[in-house]
Structure formats: C-alpha cells, structure tokens
C-alpha cells in the first residue's frame, strides 16, 4: 500500500513540475527607456516596437542573444545601419529581416525561421515598429517549430502584441504550408 502511495506521489509530483514550464511562460510588459511596447516571455523571447540604437546595451543586459529586426529600412525612424553597428558593438548577433504588414512575404517568414532556429540566437529580441509584426513572426515560429497549435500560439501571440487579422492569417497558413 505504501509502494502504491509513493508512486502516486511521485507521479502527480512530475506532473506539477512538467507544468512548472508551462505555467512560467507568462508574458511581462515592461517599459525601457529607447523602446516601444517591450513584451516579454522571460528570457525567451521579447517582442517590441521601435527600439533606438542606444537600448541595444540594455537589451544585452537583460540576456537576449540576437536581435531579429523587422523593419524596413523605408519606415519613419527606422535605422538599421546605427541598429546593427550598436549590436556588434555590444557583441549581440543581428537580423534584418524587412517585413511588411500591408503585404507579408512567406520569403521574410522562411528568413525569420531560419534566424530563430540559428544555434546561438535564442533568447531573441525581435521588433518592428509598433510589435505587432515581431508577435506574428514569434506567432509562426510557436506553430511550424515548436508544433503549437493555433489556440494556444494565438493567445501567447495576442498578448505579445499581434493586433492584425490579416497577418494572424498568413501567420496560419504559413504554418500549415510550412510544417516541420
């Protein structure tokens, strides 16, 4: 009787604790100075709006290991080239990855997936402009790698930012075109 008490013990104790990761995947806004509607999982992942050069230290001390840009070079206040030289100076690997809202490229999602999926990117600060791009790339990442289904990829999505139906739509038929 023992045994059979300490087994059950033991398992609803694993069962907890596999959960525990689940259960931590809350999504934090926080507000820092030279960044736009900061979102973040933990260290995992941070989605956001416009950064300025200057946050890219900030964003090297909060951890992150890459910064995934989605803006095009063409947008009001974008700065690519001071973005990038301000990620080599603080030793973070970068991506420039234009996407746009009004017409989404699958080519950007396949170079966005590529990039996240890069030994040593993760964790990832991904931005655009207002986040909302940076949510639906982090949208597609959750469903074609690590097989979330749409649901619960949604919701952690919302939450990080992803405002538009138009791209929460391409964002699914990404995935299901794009299964891994």
Not at 120 to 144: D, L, N
Not at 153 to 175: N, R, V, W
């Amino acid at each position: 009787m023992k045994s059979r008490f300490l087994i059950a013990v033991v398992f609803i104790s694993s069962l907890w604790l596999a959960a525990a990761p689940v259960r931590a995947q809350e999504v934090t806004k926080e507000t820092v100075d030279g960044i736009t509607n900061l979102a973040r999982i933990e260290t995992t992942v941070a989605c956001s709006g416009a950064i300025k050069a200057t946050a890219v230290p900030e964003i090297k001390k909060f951890g992150f290991a890459s910064i995934i840009n989605l803006r095009e070079a063409s947008e009001e206040g974008a700065n690519i080239e001071a973005e990038e030289a301000a990620a080599k100076a603080a030793d973070i690997r970068y991506y420039s990855i234009p996407f746009n809202s009004t017409t989404p490229d699958v080519a950007a999602a396949d170079k966005f997936i590529d990039a996240i999926t890069a030994k040593g990117t993760e964790p990832a600060f991904i931005h655009c402009s207002r986040g909302g791009r940076a949510a639906t790339m982090w949208f597609i990442k959750r469903m074609v790698i690590d097989h979330w289904d749409v649901e619960r990829a949604a919701k952690e999505a919302t939450a990080l930012g992803m405002t538009s139906p138009t791209l929460k739509q391409f964002a699914i038929d990404y995935a299901q075109a794009h299964k891994r």
